[in-house]
Antibody, heavy 120, light 113 residues
Framework: EVQLVQSGAEVKKPGESLKISCKGSGYSFSTYWIAWVRQMPGKGLEWMGIIYPGDSDTRYSPSFQGQVTISADKSISTAYLQWSSLKASDTAMYYC?????????????WGHGTRVTVSS | DIVMTQSPDSLAVSLGERATINCKSSQSVLYSSDNKNYLAWYQQKPGQPPKLLIY???TRESGVPDRFSGSGSGTDFTLTISSLQAEDVAVYYC?????????FGQGTKVEIK
């Protein structure tokens, strides 16, 4: 069974750093792209970027380029999303999802989400 | 960027009745080389992650009830729930994947009348 298990909820202060994770199981983690998707409170879905764990090839949405860093460790089947300096506007639910396709495609399995709250 | 616009923003349908959600893209998402529409539909129930329903505009994901169907081509697409069930209350999103700048529609909230 394909599963994506995300790290737990985080409460941070503005300016702090954060790295959240997404561990895949039940399939060949290295051979499928993983996407990160943001959902701000009460809002819709926004694609942030994708990574191919096999070689760490990464593509960012222009809206998120330079704002976050996506990485992966294929040896432990885990993808990461990190911030160096959080802002209150980063408060959101963040989902990872398995991406079907090459650099473009649809998302067939989703993690349960990691809620990030940034507040002073 | 291709902009995806859904209509309506919300709709209320009686149990057992048909629900129809529209999604319009600002440019065609039909690739002439493979004659496929690069369009997916997702369902998001309250407190849950999104779930893939439909890809290639009309291919139902494994396990999705056949009351869900997708249609359309080019720039205009439709998700139809043929007989609304209580468990279908959710927000539905379309997504294009025609190029690497894929985007979602704003979502359509489906409720019971």
């Amino acid at each position: 069974e394909v599963q994506l298990v995300q790290s737990g909820a985080e409460v941070k202060k503005p300016g702090e750093s954060l790295k959240i994770s997404c561990k895949g199981s039940g399939y060949s983690f290295s051979t499928y792209w993983i996407a990160w998707v943001r959902q701000m409170p009460g809002k819709g879905l926004e694609w942030m970027g994708i990574i191919y764990p096999g070689d760490s090839d990464t593509r960012y949405s222009p809206s998120f380029q330079g704002q976050v860093t996506i990485s992966a460790d294929k040896s432990i089947s885990t993808a990461y999303l990190q911030w160096s300096s959080l802002k209150a506007s980063d408060t959101a639910m963040y989902y990872c999802a398995r991406h079907i396709g090459l650099t473009t495609g649809y998302l067939d399995y989703w993690g349960h989400g990691t809620r990030v709250t940034v507040s002073s | 960027d291709i902009v995806m616009t859904q209509s309506p923003d919300s709709l209320a349908v009686s149990l057992g009745e048909r629900a129809t959600i529209n999604c319009k893209s600002s440019q065609s998402v039909l690739y002439s080389s493979d004659n496929k529409n690069y369009l997916a539909w997702y369902q998001q129930k309250p407190g849950q992650p999104p779930k893939l329903l439909i890809y290639w505009a009309s291919t139902r994901e494994s396990g999705v009830p056949d009351r869900f169907s997708g249609s359309g081509s080019g720039t205009d697409f439709t998700l139809t729930i043929s007989s609304l069930q209580a468990e279908d209350v959710a927000v539905y999103y379309c997504q294009h994947y025609y190029n690497t700048l894929w985007t979602f529609g704003q979502g359509t909230k489906v409720e019971i009348k």
